[in-house]
């Protein structure tokens, strides 16, 4: 397979980048033209900001798995599109080539339809990292079902609140999930969301740790029986639903300043060609090449850049089950070296985890396989970046620092392994057709550099949010009113003297715990849903693994137990609310929290004081009471 698009130089990447302001049809017409579809486009792009509303080849028909599957059967049907690493090393590994994921995903695209699925229902996927799951998504894209993966490690609450959000009547799942030294009853919590959503028609259960589950009948049938009936009845290809490029490809919920998550909406055109775009160009992939995220397929890293972007460009891609540490440390390594992985993309916190054990994981691994190192998810600290470099990369790796979001579907600043110019902490460029600006607190473009200020983007790239699902005036409210005419990230960005953007983080009251987005009012409500707590209010304090930790602050009515039992209690109702990723690190008790007369907590002394600043706190005379700033100052935890 060739990339036309594939950007090899730094004067190449200048060119593209000017044309695609310059001329953002023509260049992205251009990309478009090398992928696979049933009818062109009449436009290219239709946009505004102010409702918004963001078209990307409209008019046009296409099925991304004909893209992702179909197109590559020709010349790499015997070339593996999945290899799968089980979490057990001593479990055999699986290796899906082109030909089997497609019959694979024929095959489970008739078992969606024989239970009744339809272009346009919401399937709500819920499994672990298990190739059934990467065969789940693909199929409901085959047949123009939206799917909406819920990552393994939220509750059964959050997941009864999002399927009622996006009113999804059918659910994919396991028995269990193995991760680590765990096995995640999966069905089980299923079961318990299940009791707030009678209106789930069916529930597809794949079989992985056999654990014990109810299987209630007329509602739950097994992964294994279905795809039986479809054998016996010797159906095979499955012709792809035609399907417009700004139809909705997937829904995935992601964490705001607001207590509740909002359903992020990507569609299919513009969402292919983003994905499979960036891939090529961010990590220089070349034919062949083994490309291992390690980031979990209920995440949007996962989406784009374990299944999307490497299917679409005909990569073979490598899913783990399990984590970093387990059985040892070790386990990162001994998969590149066993699979000789070209292309390791990973999070900083798992880099600044496996720190923490020294060299010794490396002895007896080979890594000499690896060309490009990257990172995604959080600012990635010089100490990690170094270590990574040096100790991972064996300092000929070039590390790709990839800014980007749930929203923005794909990489939007990065450098480009080998072509563009690294710089340790910095994300560095932006993409073609990517405009950042930075703004002040007015709206007001910070012009020149070196600059400060926050991070907007300019006009649309193909794989932008469309809707917040079943809300679009939440979708205008959070990205596009804060400052006219101009997308809003949430993030704070410095950009350097050469033009390098370094992301500082996020300037809402959205926490970044070991790369996972927790909105902190989320939290807050969980811990207020226990019955003997008034009121919470919860910052963020720098973590030296995790990059944040949850730092709550609780008022409780009266201690019916100790408080070490109360601390307890409260993170199994967050466990319970939301999920254990949602657990605060740190609780501390207090009689009041520190409120302006109006009535608003002063989060930032809050913060201050998490921070262990408590000599720093800056003005406090508008509050109603700075008596109380003293009592939490002094408090213990
Ligand atoms: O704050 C930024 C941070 O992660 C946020 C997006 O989180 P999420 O939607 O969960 O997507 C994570 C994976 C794309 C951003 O607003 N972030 C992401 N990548 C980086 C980053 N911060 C600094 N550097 C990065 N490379």
């Known amino acids: ?79 593996p599109a999945i290899i799968w690493e089980p979490n057990d090393p001593e479990e055999h590994h699986r290796v899906l080539t082109y030909r089997n994921l497609y019959d694979k995903v024929c095959q489970f695209s008739h078992v969606l339809k024989n239970n009744g699925v339809k272009k346009g229902d919401r399937v709500c996927i819920y ?48 028995d269990g999930a193995f991760r680590g030294a ?20 069916r529930v597809i259960v794949c079989t992985r740790t056999r654990t014990p589950v109810s299987m209630i ?28 490029a700004e139809d909705e490809l997937f829904i995935l919920y992601t964490s705001g300043s607001t207590g509740k998550p909002k359903g992020v909406v990507h569609t299919c055109g513009g969402y292919m060609v983003f994905t499979a775009y960036s891939f090529v160009n961010v990590f220089q992939y070349t034919p062949g090449d083994v490309h291992f995220c390690t980031a979990d397929i209920g995440w949007i890293t996962g989406h784009s850049y374990i299944l999307y972007g490497p299917l679409a460009s005909g990569a073979t891609t490598l899913m783990f089950e399990g984590v970093p540490t387990w059985p040892d440390a070790g386990r990162l390594w001994q998969i590149v070296d066993k699979y000789k992985v070209n292309v390791l993309y990973t999070a900083p916190t798992a880099i600044r985890s496996l720190m923490g054990f020294g060299l010794e994981p490396f002895e007896g691994t080979d890594l000499s396989s690896l060309k490009v190192l990257g990172t995604v998810g959080e600012p990635i600290n010089e100490e990690a970046w170094h270590w990574y470099d040096e100790h991972v990369g ?88 804060t400052y006219e005419n101009l997308y809003f990230t949430g993030d704070g960005a410095l950009r350097d003297a050469d033009g390098n953007y370094r992301i500082t983080g996020r300037v809402d009251d959205v926490l970044n715990v070991s790369g996972h987005r927790i909105g902190t009012a989320e939290v807050e409500n969980a811990i207020n849903m226990h019955a003997g707590v008034v009121e919470s209010a919860v910052v963020g304090y720098p973590h030296d693994i995790k990059g944040q930790g949850i730092y709550a602050y609780v008022i409780c009515q009266d201690m019916h137990t100790d408080e070490s039992h109360m601390r307890l209690d409260i993170l199994q109702t967050v466990s319970r609310i939301i999920g254990p990723i949602a657990k605060p690190d740190k609780i501390q008790f207090v009689s009041g929290l520190p409120k302006t007369r109006s009535g608003k907590i002063m989060r930032r002394i809050l913060r201050k004081i998490a921070e262990g600043e408590k000599n720093n706190l800056g003005d406090t005379t508008t509050l ?14």
């Open 182 to 201: 765990k096995d995640i009853p999966l069905k089980n919590v299923i079961d318990d969301a299940l009791i707030a959503c009678p209106f789930v028609k």
């Open 127 to 174: 499994m672990g990292m298990i190739p059934e799951l990467a065969i789940a998504v693909l199929a409901c894209a085959r047949i123009g079902a939206i799917h909406s993966v819920i990552f393994g490690g939220f509750s059964a609450q959050s997941i009864a609140d999002r399927l009622q959000d996006a009113k999804a009547e059918y659910i994919v799942t396991c």
């Open 217 to 244: 009948k007329g509602r739950d049938v097994w992964w294994e029986d279905e795809i039986k009936k479809v054998e016996t009845l010797g159906l095979n290809h499955f012709e792809a639903e035609e399907m417009d």
């Open 394 to 481: 064996k300092k000929r790796c070039p590390i790709v620092d990839t800014w980007w979001q749930t929203e923005t579907g794909g990489i939007l600043i990065s450098n480009m392994a080998g072509v563009t110019p690294a710089k340790p902490a910095h994300a560095t460029l932006p993409l073609p057709g990517v405009q950042p600006i930075l703004v002040d607190e007015n709206g007001v473009e910070v012009t020149g550099n070196p600059a400060a200020g926050n991070l907007c983007i300019k006009a649309p790239w193909p794989s932008i949010i469309r809707t917040t699902y079943g809300d679009h005036e939440r979708c205008r409210q959070t990205y596009f009113s």
């Open 1 to 79: 397979m060739s990339y036309p698009f594939q950007i090899k130089t730094y004067e190449e990447y200048q060119r593209a980048y000017k044309r695609s302001v310059d001329d953002p049809e023509g260049f992205w017409a251009d990309v478009a033209s090398s992928f696979s579809w049933r009818k062109r486009w009449n436009k290219v792009l239709d946009w505004n900001f102010k409702e918004p509303h963001v078209e990307w080849f409209s008019g046009s028909k296409l099925n991304i798995t004909e893209n992702c599957l179909d197109r590559h059967l020709l010349n790499l049907g015997n070339k």
């Open 624 to 637: 109603l009471d700075p008596s109380v700033v003293e009592e939490i100052a002094e408090g213990k935890l």
